[in-house]
Nanobody, 116 residues
């Protein structure tokens, strides 16, 4: 199976930047896509960004387009989420997800809090 460990969450003021990392281990050769999701208090978990492992094609939610950037380092089996121009509404628990042909794997989540 695949294990995911996130890091980089924390407190930041509005307009600031933060970079999240998600390191994958285990059967990483089977990963074809990695994603970021987030869930704010009292709200449903929502898609943020995704990246294909081989072709590096990306997709973003409209709410973060132009502000967030997803990237990956195949050698390190790590996906990153660079978050710029952060807004208070970006406050949420951020989760990374790895997709294989048979299963989806989730990280434990990391808290991002943006103060006004």
């Amino acid at each position: 199976q695949v294990q995911l460990v996130e890091s980089g969450g924390g407190l930041v003021q509005a307009g600031g930047s933060l970079r999240l990392s998600c390191a994958a281990s285990g059967r990483t050769f089977s990963i074809y896509r990695m994603d970021w999701f987030r869930q704010a208090p009292g709200k449903e978990r929502e898609f943020v960004a995704s990246i294909n492992w081989s072709g590096a094609s990306t997709r973003y939610a409209n709410s973060v387009k132009g502000r967030f950037s997803i990237s990956r380092d195949n050698a390190k089996n790590t996906v990153y989420l660079q978050m710029n121009s952060l807004k208070p509404e970006d406050t949420a628990v951020y989760y990374c997800k790895a997709g294989t042909s048979s299963s989806n794997y989730w990280g434990q989540g990391t808290q991002v809090t943006v103060s006004s």
